[in-house]
């Protein structure tokens, strides 16, 4: 079956620009995750849906970072007025539970450069 | 706050060596465990987990961690590597006494399997 799939895979913007990253949860699975990866360091959280339940938001580094899901399926990760420390792979997964015990299935992620 | 530390950015084993990956946790209570790999340009998978059960655990492609709580420890090994092995690892905690599939990594591990 289908995977996470995440897009666009690569995106290069100029700083100060807006940028959106979606990513599509495989079928069915109730939560969703967002975490960045700078390079040289390890995932970092930033957000999670769960169900109609609000998101957990602890880990957006700043107000410029947002998202979005619509019931369990396709989520949007938006950056705006981008800085270059917002360079890095965004990697999203979904999972069937939310419990700590069930595992995370992983896009590819989308890279973002910001120049 | 939970942490998650791996020892070592980058390990270089021969073809046929011992792999071991170090990885030791922080948390006032011994938390669920993982280990994710991710191969050159996919998404991380989930090699094995720790859930409280038995303390030795064995994931996919031989590998097995054990759990030592005296140590705050759940270090990866497999007996003789593989070319295929190469890859970057990641160690995760969660809370097993969340409601939430969040998960803390560390930094991650690159092996470097030399012929």
């Known amino acids: 079956g289908a995977g996470v799939s995440q897009s666009p895979s690569n995106k290069v913007t100029e700083k100060g620009k807006d940028v959106e990253l979606r990513c599509d949860p495989i079928s069915g699975h109730t939560a969703l995750y967002w975490y960045r990866q700078r390079l040289g360091q390890g995932l970092e959280f930033l957000i999670y849906f769960q169900g109609n339940s609000a998101p957990d938001k602890s880990g957006l580094p700043s107000d410029r970072f947002s998202a979005e899901r619509t019931g369990e399926s396709v989520s949007t990760l938006t950056i705006q007025r981008t800085q270059q420390e917002d360079s890095a792979v965004y990697l999203c997964?979904?999972?069937?539970?939310?419990?700590?015990?069930?595992?995370?299935?992983f896009g590819n992620g989308t890279r973002l450069t910001v120049t | 706050a939970q942490s998650v530390t791996q020892l070592g950015s980058h390990v270089s084993v021969s073809e046929g060596a011992l792999v071991l990956l170090r990885c030791n946790y922080s948390s006032s209570v011994p938390p669920y465990l993982f280990w994710y790999v991710q191969y050159p340009n996919q998404g991380l998978q989930l090699l094995l987990k720790?859930?409280?059960?038995?303390?030795l655990v064995k994931g996919i492609n031989g590998f097995e961690a054990e759990f030592k709580k005296s140590e705050t420890s759940f270090h990866l090994t497999k007996p003789s590597a593989h070319m295929s092995d190469a890859a970057e690892y990641f160690c995760a905690a969660g809370r097993a006494s969340s409601n939430t599939g969040k998960l803390i990594f560390g930094q991650g591990t690159t092996l470097q399997v030399k012929p």
């Open positions: 720790y859930t409280s059960a038995a303390t």
């Open positions: 997964a979904s999972s069937p539970l939310d419990r700590v015990a069930s595992p995370l299935h």
